[in-house]
């Protein structure tokens, strides 16, 4: 079954949500993440992807309270991401309760650290953020387009240990057109031993149909949510 994978994504933790990675394009929806938290889990959530923007931008861990004020009051099993860029930052992040972490532009311009961080916590912890735009992994919060392809970025993660990967297709994030269905397909086909976390675009449930269709491991579902596109309600048929 996939993994139905709610976003919250913070600015001065507040849960916003931004359009193609662009911190000019920013909608908050909710002055409270907790609760927005409570509410996934009310409807019968299990994960959440929580993404730390003010981190990513600042290279280092910005909504720590917001973590760990989340992890003390659900159960939710929450991945971590933006501005891990040091070993203390990632050890912050699993002491605020974060069962997982994403290390994003840090494995593309420290891979010999994300390697280490692989080797002491397990591949179970440790998520590979697989940004794209194009046919190229994006960093430093989407803002840079690095000239690592995809494919190679992800086979050579996977020789060194790495199994979870969330790839993102930012040219469609926030924007609620529909996922990179071809690009999640490819990767299965190609690299059947990744674990593929689909995210960008996701708008209907549809989509969510099409991607259990192909196999990915899960599904991060952020603005169709808060626009109401894909409901709570909707979403329970996945959460068997």
């Given amino acids: 079954?996939?993994?139905?994978?709610?976003?919250?994504?913070?600015?001065?933790?507040q849960c916003v949500r931004l359009t193609e990675g662009d911190f000019a394009q920013q909608t908050t929806y909710d002055s409270n993440p907790l609760e927005v938290a409570k509410r996934?889990?009310?409807?019968?959530?299990?994960?959440?992807?929580?993404?730390?923007?003010?981190?990513?931008?600042?290279?280092?861990?910005v909504n720590l309270n917001v973590l760990e004020s989340i992890a003390s009051n659900t159960s939710l099993t929450i991945d971590f991401g933006g501005g891990l860029q040091s070993d203390?930052?990632?050890?912050?992040?699993?002491?605020?309760?974060?069962?997982?972490?994403?290390?994003?532009?840090?494995?593309?311009?420290?891979?010999?650290?994300?390697?280490?961080?692989?080797?002491?916590?397990?591949?179970?912890?440790?998520?590979?953020?697989?940004?794209?735009?194009?046919?190229?992994?994006?960093?430093?919060?989407?803002?840079?387009?690095?000239?690592y392809p995809l494919q190679d970025f992800m086979s050579g993660y996977l020789k060194t240990g790495a199994k979870l990967f969330i790839c993102t297709d930012v040219s469609k994030d926030g924007k609620l057109q529909g996922p990179s269905i071809n690009t999640?397909?490819?990767?299965?086909?190609?690299?059947?031993?990744?674990?593929?976390?689909a995210s960008g675009g996701v708008t209907t449930v549809q989509?969510?149909?099409?991607?259990?269709?192909?196999?990915?491991?899960?599904?991060?579902?952020?603005?169709?949510?808060?626009?109401?596109t894909i409901t709570l309600k909707d979403l329970a048929r996945f959460l068997c």
Avoid at 187 to 197: M, N, S, Y
């Fill in 1 to 13: 079954m996939m993994e139905i994978i709610p976003a919250i994504d913070l600015i001065g933790g």
């Fill in 40 to 61: 996934f889990e009310a409807n019968g959530i299990k994960r959440l992807h929580l993404v730390d923007l003010d981190g990513a931008r600042s290279r280092k861990p």
């Fill in 88 to 147: 203390e930052a990632v050890k912050q992040a699993f002491d605020a309760g974060a069962a997982q972490i994403t290390a994003g532009s840090i494995a593309v311009r420290e891979p010999e650290k994300v390697k280490n961080w692989l080797l002491q916590y397990g591949a179970d912890k440790i998520i590979i953020g697989a940004d794209f735009k194009g046919t190229n992994i994006a960093i430093s919060a989407w803002t840079e387009e690095s000239k």
């Fill in 184 to 197: 999640y397909r490819y990767l299965k086909l190609t690299l059947p031993e990744a674990q593929v976390i």
């Fill in 207 to 228: 989509d969510l149909e099409e991607l259990q269709e192909i196999g990915v491991k899960g599904a991060i579902i952020g603005k169709a949510i808060y626009e109401g």
